[in-house]
């Protein structure tokens, strides 16, 4: 593993970019570049170099890291202590970076159970776009001096600031895990998944597809054994794997032609009849969908449930995110206060 | 009263004139919130009673340019809800109202005057509770909760506030209803809700939350290890995060507030021993039973002179009586106290405590501590004589002391009571002058003409500067052009 500060080098390049009013894309390990609108600047900002682990107490349960560290290297330290991030990031290849993965916020399966990337957030430093280095949040668990800026990093994508390091809260591993199968229909499938949700169990990650519901258990294993015996239903003997690949979306499902949609809604909610194909993952609360229904039909299916759907691969993605019209001022007020001069990202998010 | 009789008006068309108090003798209530420290004596209190009057007069004040604090419960310990002078204060008790309870989906929709624990108790013929529970939780409100990101004993577990709301409708300065989050976990574009949650009033007006419900564990058993010595205590709590347990609580009680506990409720404490440690674990049956191996194993490890485990119920609350019972405990030693709240990394705490034994001796102070030692938010009690002149004085003194202290080894001036009007100061010791003109560029975004609870939680470098924690060197101040001082 390297380790590099690279802080001054950013610091200036975001002081010249300033000076010129010349937009930055600010770029980690480029394995996310498919998510969001698209970056209409020239000049790259790369954080690649800016790397390495700063701080780690396994008692504290913190980890502090500079951007650029690729999260692999994260992922290796913490598991020499048998700890995790708990949000289970997704890294789509093996270049991500940590800023990246704070950035665009992205949780795995765990998350329903565990919390988010931006519950996991606890401080971070940032430049802002008058190229002042700031610090928010901290290292401890409970903190609430000053306003939340750590977490409105989470899933900004970089359009607010550009992270020079974070600490994150990290969670012990489970002692034991185990995952069960069950052939079921979708709807079977998603009233027995808020069921579950609804008992004191120690559930880990709840998916649907292919008309297989699949639960995962975490914890001591008599507890998982005990949980087990309850829900019933197939041992897969391949259960790491099978979470692995729905996380980094190399199931098939995620290979099918079409646009890929992504569903934030609540777990037992019943959307309208669109098109196409769909995934349920965190229990209910997250479906993705292959559809050809077009862009409104599916934001407006969302909204009906009170949720919202962004496009997560597709052809045209000038509708990728639908901001709310009496939220867009108030967003594109919030980013001209960290970056007045619309330094980075630009095109990034809708407003 | 600097109000003009005009508005006032304005305010009774709106909320009705029972909902209007302008006479002196009834404002008085208003004065102050939990930190009876500081007064002052509102010029007007509007107390809507349904939630479209919220808009409303905030759209009121924002014309009249008339600044606004807003009220839940008044049980906030650092001076959030204290009135400013010129202003009003928004009281939201009146709106009380549980909207419902979703078991299906596990949330609860709730207007912002709603007490903490009675959401639990909707919720629980579902099986179901709210995990978030301040100690105020019989009084405190849910829009308090929010505004304060609020924690409590079962925080290390189950998060703060922040992880636990899925939506706010927010009432903007300008009278717009804006709805943050969503029914999902989690929201498009920025992050406004987490932004929201913490904010300490000085963004919008909470009119409506949605929650999180979790399915309320089917066991919960409680140890409690006595120990020779407070470094071993706090050894004792590196010891069980670092092997990977998580009690859903794991509080610490020093000598001083072990003796004044027992001596109030006779809880059956160890009074001899420097500390005592309470170690809740829940969950599913197999799941408690395995922790509480681990749980015991560790501490008698770390030294533990004696360990209890809780037989029954009746003794488990009997040991929980003593901890909830400690800030009137001490209440009945000391003529008034003061409490603190700061957070640092766990493996400081016995280091920590020893400094702020030594800092209270040079004040001639006593301090108590009983704490969330799990996730290290400390709440030092500081004893003092209100009717002694200076004594006052001298316990925020101490307190400030302490609360730099926290800063120094790597923590903060705040773990769940918020910065308010009491923690100015120190905001100027935790943070640099970029970062508090950054906090204000992001307040004015939602409040050009900051209205909404003015000079709390985040100060003018101005007065960092009077207070002289502020050291500006020429070039780094980011706006030297602009005149501040």
Known sequence: ?351 | MTIASSFIRLCRQIVGDANVIADPALLRVYECDALAAYTQLPDLVVLPDSVEQIPAVLRLCHVHQIPVVARGAGTGLSGGALPVPGGIVLGLAKLNRILGVDPINRTATVQPGVRNLAISEAARPHGLYYPPDPSSQIACSIGGNIAENAGGVHCLKYGLTVHNVLQIKLATITGELLTLGGSGLDGAGYDLLALAIGSEGLLGVVVEATLRLLPTPPRVQVLLAAFATIEQAGAAVADIIGAGLIPAGLELMDNAAIRATEAFVHAGYPVEAAAILLCELDGQPEQVDADLARAEALLRAAGASEIRVAADAAQRQRFWAGRKAAFPAVGRIASDYYCMDGTIPRRHLAAVLAEIATLAERYGLSVVNVFHAGDGNLHPLILYDAGRPGDFDKAEALGGDILELCVRVGGTITGEHGVGHEKLPQMCVQFQAAELEQFHALKQAFDPDGLLNPGKAVPTLHRCAELGKMHVHGGRLPHPELERF
């Open chain 1, 1 to 351: 593993m390297t380790n590099a500060d690279m802080s001054d080098v950013v610091v200036e390049q975001i002081r010249q970019a300033g000076a010129a009013r010349r937009p930055l894309r600010i770029v980690g390990g480029n394995s996310k570049t498919f998510y969001g609108g698209a970056d209409t600047a020239d000049t790259v900002l790369s954080l690649a170099e800016h790397r390495g682990i700063i701080a780690y107490e396994p008692s504290e349960l913190v980890i502090t890291a500079r951007a650029g560290t690729p999260l692999a290297d994260i992922n290796e330290t913490l598991t020499e202590h048998r700890q995790m991030l708990g949000f289970e990031p997704p890294a789509f290849g093996t270049r991500a970076t940590l800023g990246g993965t704070l950035a665009c916020g992205f949780s795995g399966p765990r998350r329903p159970f565990a919390g988010s990337a931006r519950d996991f957030m606890l401080g971070c430093r940032i430049v802002n776009g008058r190229a002042e280095t700031l610090n928010f949040g901290g290292r401890v668990i409970k903190n609430v001096a000053g306003f939340d800026v750590s977490r409105l990093m989470v899933g900004a994508l970089g359009t607010l600031g550009v992270l020079l390091e974070a600490s994150l809260r990290v969670l012990p591993m489970p002692e034991a895990e185990l995952t069960l199968a069950q052939s079921l229909a979708e709807d079977q499938a998603l009233a027995a998944m808020n069921r579950l949700q609804g008992q004191s169990l120690p559930l880990s990650a709840l998916s649907h597809h292919d008309g297989r519901l699949r639960v995962r258990l975490s914890g001591a294993e008599t507890a998982v054994a005990a949980a087990a015996a309850r829900i019933g239903g197939e041992i897969l003997g391949d259960g790491p794997e099978y979470w692995h690949a729905l996380r980094e979306q190399a199931l098939a499902f995620f290979a099918e032609t079409g646009d890929l949609w992504r569903l934030s809604v609540s777990p037992a909610a019943l959307l309208s009849a669109l098109p196409g194909r769909q995934l349920l993952d965190w229990g209910g609360a997250l479906r993705w969908l292959k559809t050809d229904a077009p862009a409104e039909a599916v934001h407006a299916a969302a909204r009906a449930v009170g949720g919202h759907a962004v496009l997560w691969r597709g052809a045209d993605k000038t509708a990728w995110l639908s901001a709310e019209p009496a939220l867009a001022g108030l967003q594109s007020r919030l980013c001209a206060a960290f970056d007045p001069y619309g330094l980075f990202n630009p095109g990034r998010m809708p407003f």
